[in-house]
């Protein structure tokens, strides 16, 4: 289980000393939940064929809560996540898309995806940087009309894909991992570098400490959070065409409620809600947290009903757990 | 015209016909009360043929979240009747709405080489893939009530009759007002643009036609309470005088109820949808305007168990000739009234 977890400890360790202790504590909370899973279903749980499952499961909405992860850093919130992921879905699989990816090559429906999350990302950055909307309101004005333009479009139907090299593309396993966890792997991979080890992702931790002052150092904050939000975009993009791959289908109601389960697993995994300080490597832990638990359920046979109430408690312990670290720093 | 007569008279033949025949099974639904008739020749066992244990079959069971009353009842029935074979075991993967997370639930039940899947997916088209995967692992799936969009995705389908639920309740609405050829028939459908909403409304009309009756209002709710409260307060204001209301869904149907009684008109008799429990209640008292509902049945996934079940082990179905279970069973859409509701009482779901 702990295969998928970047080389990310022994370069953060060296560089950011508190994260690590947060990061220690998270990484052994999954293990425990691991051992949990080992303990109720037995080898069942820890088969390769399961592990996999995990992963699958786990990726779509790791790769989209890598992007909140920045704009939660920032000190913003994206709400729209989940249905402009559907909307990317619906517009990469219209029969115009398909009859052209068809006719050239299926990477179409890829930019397709790609090109409505960025231009997505992009009109929230606009109105949160330039219109000085809240984010909040913002992005639940993307998520709403998003919904709409895709149901619209889509007349409420589900489209299937057809496009051949598309599903070949997505029914490989290289190296006996799926196309899917290869995906979220090197989202998870560029997210980290981008985030601890770029100039980029230093102004993003900055904006989300104090904006004034990080404009006042002469930085183009406004610019720089349009680029922001056009990340999360992207990341919807790229959820959006594996969402495509695992289900051969694009419709208005893929990914709906995942800017939830993307805002839970990022706080989760140590991000600041108010920003300023963030972790992707806690945000993929605090993923593999959520859906780890999720299959152990469903291993045991148990309703997804007292899952979701196991779900809130452990949101509220990470609060709080961060209320008391910050307390403690500020103390 | 003696043609549409005809086909008519069919259809009540055939409605009687199934009504006795859903009887039959509902009355033989636990497994030691075995009513088989001695004179059947089937190739399944005789006696107590299919419902005697059998080798030990694992079940794997997937269903939407029960944010619905209908949707609730598929998998409370599904479970019920997995409990009445000792050598069934299910194991329920419980409501999603999510499908990345239903198909994670079935890549589980491929995992633990289940013996047989039964999935109501929450979209069928994004539900195939896995489903094909399931089936090219040599578990046969049952698909219930969403059709999968490759034939090769499922071994046995149960499909409930959207296109018949309207026909059945355009029959009914026919029998009662056919002579008035000015009646004023009202409709409030489901949630509008599902395949499953257009299927319906074709069916009604396609019925009424045959009647020379049309529809002449029709607002669509959306299977919520709330929802059917709205539709139907529109439409009591549009239309000052209605003769006959068919609403899509009983669940929507509290609401729609309410606006009824807040407006205090009676003057219609309204004709229920899918069949709850409540209804049928109301249907029984004789005390309000549903005079009727049209079935669609909340047992399917239950259905689906006993399939599955059967298919496992080698079974088919013991009142059917044939070697095996169906490929593809499309279920009826009995009109219930205060005469046979009895019968339909049983197996009905709570909203």
Request: aromatic content about 6%.
């Amino acid at each position: 289980m702990s295969a998928q977890a970047p080389a990310v400890p022994a370069t953060s360790r060296r560089r950011l000393p508190p994260s690590v202790t947060r990061n220690l504590g998270l990484v052994i909370a999954f293990l425990v939940i691991c051992l949990i899973g080992y303990l109720t279903a037995g080898a069942r749980f820890a088969s390769i064929d399961n592990t996999m499952t995990i992963l699958r499961l786990a990726a779509i909405i790791g790769v989209v809560s890598i992007g909140q992860c920045f704009v939660i850093t920032s000190g913003g919130i994206d709400l729209s996540v989940g249905s402009m992921l559907g909307l990317a879905t619906v517009w990469a699989t219209t029969g115009a898309t398909q009859y052209y990816a068809d006719s050239t090559t299926w990477l179409l429906m890829v930019f397709v995806a790609l090109a409505v999350g960025v231009v997505g990302g992009i009109l929230n950055g606009v109105m949160v940087a330039y219109g000085k909307i809240v984010p909040f309101m913002a992005t639940l004005a993307l998520l709403v009309a998003a919904k709409g333009l895709a149901e619209w479009i889509a007349n409420r139907q589900t489209q299937i894909i057809k496009v051949r090299g598309f599903e070949q593309f997505f029914s490989n396993d290289p190296l006996g991992i799926p196309v899917l966890v290869w995906i979220f792997a090197l989202v998870a991979a560029g997210g980290w570098v981008l985030y601890n080890r770029t100039t980029f992702g230093r102004r993003t931790i900055a904006i989300g400490g104090n904006v004034e002052a990080t404009r006042l150092a002469g930085i183009k904050t406004d610019r720089h959070i349009v680029m922001l939000y056009a990340l999360s975009g992207l990341t919807v993009g790229i959820a959006a065409v594996m969402m495509m791959g695992r289900t051969m289908a694009g419709t208005s109601t893929h990914g709906s409620l995942y800017e939830m389960d993307a805002i839970a697993a990022v706080v989760v995994g140590g991000t600041l809600l108010r920003g300023g300080r963030g972790t992707i490597f806690g945000t993929v832990i605090g993923v593999l947290i959520f859906t780890t638990l999720t299959n152990i359920f469903t291993q045991n046979n148990l309703p997804l009903s007292v899952q979701q109430i196991a779900k809130g408690a452990i949101i509220i312990a990470a609060v709080l757990l961060q209320q008391y670290i910050a307390s403690r720093k500020t103390a | 015209m003696s043609l549409s007569l005809s086909r008519r008279v069919l259809w009540s033949a055939s409605l009687a016909l199934a009504a006795g025949l859903s009887l039959s099974a509902c009355t033989g639904a636990a497994p030691t009360a075995a009513p088989s008739a001695p004179a059947a020749t089937t190739s399944a066992a005789p006696g107590d043929g299919n419902n005697a244990a059998g080798e030990k079959v694992v079940i794997g069971f997937s269903a939407p979240a029960a944010d619905h009353g209908w949707m609730g009842a598929i998998t409370k029935a599904a479970i019920a009747e997995a409990a009445k074979f000792p050598d069934v075991e299910l194991k329920v993967a419980e409501g999603t709405n999510d499908v990345n997370l239903q198909i994670s639930q079935v890549e589980t039940f491929i995992n633990d080489k289940v013996d047989a899947i039964v999935i109501l997916p929450y979209d069928g088209a994004a539900l195939t893939p896995v489903a094909l995967k399931a089936m090219q692992a040599g578990i046969p799936v049952i698909n219930v009530d969403r059709e999968f969009d490759s034939p090769f995705a499922a071994r046995s389908t149960i499909l409930g009759d959207n296109y018949g639920m309207g026909i059945s309740a355009g029959t009914y609405v026919c029998e009662k007002l056919g002579d008035k050829k000015d009646a004023v028939v009202a409709e409030i459908a489901g949630i509008d643009n599902l395949p499953l909403t257009k299927d319906r409304s074709e069916g009604f009309a396609k019925a009424l036609a045959d009647c020379g009756l049309k529809v002449s209002n029709r607002v669509a709710a959306d299977f919520t309470v709330q929802g059917g409260e709205q539709a139907a307060s529109n439409l009591l204001q549009a239309a000052p005088k209605i003769d006959a209301i068919w609403n899509h869904d009983d669940d929507q149907g509290v609401g729609v109820m309410q606006a009824i009684k807040n407006s205090g008109r009676s003057e219609f008799i309204m004709v229920g949808g899918a069949g709850s429990a409540n209804v049928m209640r109301d249907i029984q008292a004789d005390s309000s305007v549903v005079k009727a509902t049209v079935v669609y049945p909340s047992t399917q996934a239950a259905d689906g168990i006993r399939l599955a079940r059967l298919l496992v082990q080698g079974k088919s179905l013991s009142d059917l000739v044939e070697v095996e279970v169906p490929r593809k069973i499309t279920l009826f859409a009995p009109v219930v009234t205060k005469d046979n509701v009895d019968r339909y009482l049983p197996t009905a779901f709570e909203s």
